[in-house]
């Protein structure tokens, strides 16, 4: 299998390099940069599979780094591996389609951990393009088709419906969706998961044969009404 390859941008070039060398003994492949835009350049250059972003950084933060890379990529995973940990802090960092919002100090292994868990949940066995109703969804492309309409989720939107789309007719609970797409549950994470359904609610809503039902304070259900 081909390694995985991480891009680390932090300017804690000291602590980096030590998490550097945890990640290279397990077998990862590492790139780093000590600012957002060397980061930016190193992107450019290796389009790594998984970014790792400190927050403040010189000569462009990394806000900044990771919307410029979402414009670029929707696929790529990026974590947050900052000291910032204000809920508003947490909630930009999801805004810009961030994938998880790690507060230093934090343990190497529950960072390894976190990796792990999110490229074995993204080989999972859900087909990449599969019929919803009368929706087509590409979790590849992160995009659902209806009557020739092509709608574009975000990554955290596209992880969401993939695991309710494995599960159509069951309910799933909420703390899974949170540990599977955020990583922990959180209350700031719980609030980003009731924007992110209402998201997906809305973009799904001229295809009449879906619906996503919410079960109060157990999860949700998405349900496909059959054509008579």
């Known amino acids: 299998m081909e390694r995985i390859r991480i891009l680390l941008v932090d300017d804690d070039r000291q602590n980096s390099e030590l998490l550097r060398k945890f990640l290279e003994v397990e077998d990862y492949e590492v790139d780093y940069a000590e600012n957002g835009r060397a980061g930016w350049e190193m992107y450019a250059a290796n389009r790594p599979d998984l970014v790792l972003l400190d927050i403040n950084m010189p000569e462009m933060n990394g806000f ?12 790529v995973l990026i974590f947050f591996l900052t000291d910032r940990t204000e809920k508003a802090d947490r909630l930009k960092g999801f805004d810009l389609k961030g994938n998880d919002y790690i507060p230093k100090p934090f343990y190497p292994e529950e960072l390894i951990a976190k990796i792990r868990e999110r490229f074995e949940h993204r080989q999972a066995s859900l087909p990449s393009r599969m019929t919803i109703g009368q929706t087509i969804f590409d979790s590849n492309l992160s ?49 980003a998961l009731n924007v992110q359904i209402t998201y997906i609610r ?27």
């Open 64 to 75: 900044e780094l990771a919307r410029k890379i979402r414009e670029q990529d929707r696929d």
């Open 202 to 228: 809305k973009m799904l809503e001229p295809d009449i044969s879906i619906s996503i039902v919410s079960l109060k304070k157990r999860g949700y259900r998405l349900e496909v009404i059959e054509s008579t």
């Open 143 to 191: 995009t659902i088709e209806y009557a020739g309409t092509v709608q574009h989720l975000s990554a955290r939107q596209s992880e969401i419906l993939a695991i309710l789309a494995k599960h159509i007719g069951q309910t799933v609970e909420r703390s899974y969706l949170l540990e599977h797409v955020w990583g922990n549950d959180s209350y700031a994470n719980s609030l």
